[in-house]
C-alpha cells in the first residue's frame, strides 16, 4: 500500500517509460508511411475509431471499477479479522476463570491458557497471510517481475516471500502442533480446529461454562467466515474472458490510433499554409519556420497518439495491479503490516512480554 497522497510524476513515468517508448515507435511507422513514402490512403475514418474508443474506455472503467471492489471488499475483510482479534483476546480475558471450575487453577495457570490461545491466534494469522501470498496462475507475470531492475530498486520487502513460515509460525504453537497442523492442507483451518478442541477442554474442565463457550465459538465462526472470504478473492481471479477482452480492445484501438489522426493533423496543416499563403512577406525566417510546421503538422499526431495510447493502457494496468489484492506488490492490502499491528495489540491486553515492534517500512510502501 502506496501511503503519500499522490505518486510523484518522477516514479509514474518511470513505471511507464518502456510503454512511452514502444507507443511513440507504434505512432511513427504510419506517418512515416504516410508522409515520407507518400500512401496518403493509409488512414482510418475518425468516426468509427471513436466508437472504437468510446466502448474501450467503458470497458476499462468497468475493469477498474470491478478490480477496486475486490480491493475494497479484501480491506474491509482485513479489517473484520482486526475487530474479531480484539474481541477474541478480551473475551479470552474476562471469560477464562475459575468461577465454575472443577479444580482451581493458579492465576499464572489461568493467564497461560489465555497466552496459548492468543499466540495460537497468532500463529493463524501468520498461516493465513502466508497461504494469501501463494503465487496463482494469473499473478506469475506479476512475481516474475520482482526479479527486474525495477523491482529490487522499488526497495520493499514482501515478507512472506523471504522468510520461511516455519521460522515465523514456531514461536507460537509447540512442535507438536506445528507437524500436526503443517501435515494437512489449509494450514489456518487446522489451527481455528486446534483452538476450538482447545475450548471443549476448557468447558469440560469448568474454566467456561455454557454460555461462555458458545460466544468463543461464535468468534472462531466469525474467523472462519473471515478466512473463506479472504480464500475466495484470492481463489476466484478477475473473470478471464473479461481481461483477455479488456487487453484485446485496448490494443487494438492503440494500433489505429496514428492511422485515425494522420489525415486530421495533415488537415490542420494544411490550413496553416493557406493562411501563410495571405502573407505579405514569404522571405522572413518566421515565415519560413512556420511553413516548414505546416508542411510537417502531420508528426505531431505521433505525440498525441502516445499520449492517448499511455492513457488507456496505463488506466488497463492499474486495473490489472488492483484486481488481485494479496499477490505481494507495493498496491496490495497491506496484511503483513495489519498481521503484526493486530499481534502487537492483543499481547498488549493480556500483558505478555517480548512483544515486537512494528515493521519499518522504506519507500513510503506498506504490505
Same mark, same amino acid.
Not at 483476546?89 to 487453577?105: G, P, Q, R, V, Y
Given at each position: 500500500?502506496?501511503? !503519500?497522497?499522490?505518486?510523484?510524476? !518522477? /516514479? ?5 517509460? *518502456? ?17 515520407? &513514402?507518400? =500512401? ?5 475514418? =475518425? ?18 471499477? &470491478? ?7 479484501? *480491506? ?58 501463494? %503465487? ?11 526479479? #527486474? ?16 513460515? &516455519? ?21 489456518? +483451518? ?5 483452538? +476450538?478442541?482447545?475450548?471443549? %477442554? ?11 463457550? $458458545? ?6 465462526? %466469525? ?27 485496448? =490494443? ?43 508542411? !510537417? ?11 492517448? +495510447? =499511455?492513457?488507456?493502457?496505463? $488506466?488497463?494496468?492499474?486495473?490489472? #495491479? ?6 505481494? /506488490? ?7 503490516? $495489519? ?20 515493521? %519499518?517500512?522504506? #519507500?513510503?510502501?506498506?504490505?
Amino acid at each position: 500500500m502506496y501511503t !503519500k497522497r499522490i505518486f510523484p510524476i !518522477k /516514479g509514474v513515468l518511470k513505471w511507464t517509460m *518502456r510503454d512511452l517508448l514502444l507507443f511513440f515507435f507504434l505512432s511513427s511507422i504510419p506517418v512515416l508511411l504516410f508522409d515520407i &513514402a507518400g =500512401w496518403k490512403w493509409l488512414h482510418v475514418p =475518425w468516426l468509427p475509431l471513436g466508437v472504437l474508443g468510446t466502448s474501450t474506455a467503458f470497458v476499462i472503467g468497468f475493469k477498474n471499477n &470491478a478490480s477496486y471492489d475486490r480491493l475494497w471488499e479484501a *480491506r474491509k475483510i482485513w479489517g473484520g479479522i482486526v475487530n474479531a482479534s480484539r474481541t477474541w483476546t478480551i473475551m479470552l480475558k474476562d471469560f477464562i476463570t475459575n468461577e465454575h471450575a472443577k479444580s482451581e487453577l493458579s492465576s499464572e495457570e489461568l493467564y497461560g491458557i489465555k497466552r496459548e490461545l492468543v499466540h495460537r491466534h497468532i500463529a493463524w494469522l501468520t498461516a493465513l497471510r502466508y497461504q494469501l501470498r501463494k %503465487e496463482k496462475p494469473w499473478e506469475i507475470h506479476l512475481k516474475q517481475n520482482r526479479a #527486474n531492475r525495477k523491482f529490487r530498486e522499488s526497495q520493499f520487502i514482501v515478507c512472506e516471500d523471504t522468510y520461511p513460515i &516455519a521460522d515465523t509460525i514456531k514461536p507460537y504453537i509447540s512442535e507438536k502442533e506445528y507437524n500436526k497442523v503443517f501435515a494437512k492442507g489449509n494450514q489456518a +483451518s487446522q489451527l481455528l480446529g486446534l483452538q +476450538s478442541t482447545r475450548l471443549r %477442554e476448557l468447558k469440560e474442565k469448568g474454566l467456561l461454562d455454557d454460555f461462555r463457550h $458458545m460466544e468463543l465459538v461464535n468468534v472462531l465462526k %466469525e474467523l472462519y467466515t473471515l478466512q473463506g472470504k479472504s480464500e475466495r478473492i484470492k481463489n476466484f481471479p478477475y473473470p478471464r474472458q473479461y481481461a483477455t477482452m479488456n487487453y484485446l480492445f485496448v =490494443w487494438i484501438f492503440i494500433l489505429l490510433i496514428p492511422f485515425g489522426i494522420m489525415s486530421e493533423f495533415e488537415k490542420i496543416g494544411d490550413h496553416i499554409l493557406i493562411n501563410l499563403a495571405n502573407h505579405t512577406s514569404h522571405t522572413s525566417f518566421l515565415h519560413q519556420v512556420q511553413v516548414f510546421i505546416g508542411e !510537417k503538422f502531420v508528426w505531431f499526431s505521433i505525440l498525441f497518439s502516445t499520449l492517448i +495510447s =499511455w492513457v488507456f493502457h496505463t $488506466m488497463e494496468k492499474i486495473g490489472e #495491479n488492483s484486481e488481485n489484492p494479496f499477490k505481494g /506488490g507495493p498496491n496490495d492490502v497491506p496484511i503483513t503490516d $495489519m498481521s503484526r499491528g493486530i499481534e502487537i495489540d492483543i499481547r498488549q491486553l493480556i500483558d505478555d512480554t517480548d512483544i515486537p515492534e512494528p515493521y %519499518e517500512w522504506k #519507500n513510503d510502501i506498506i504490505m
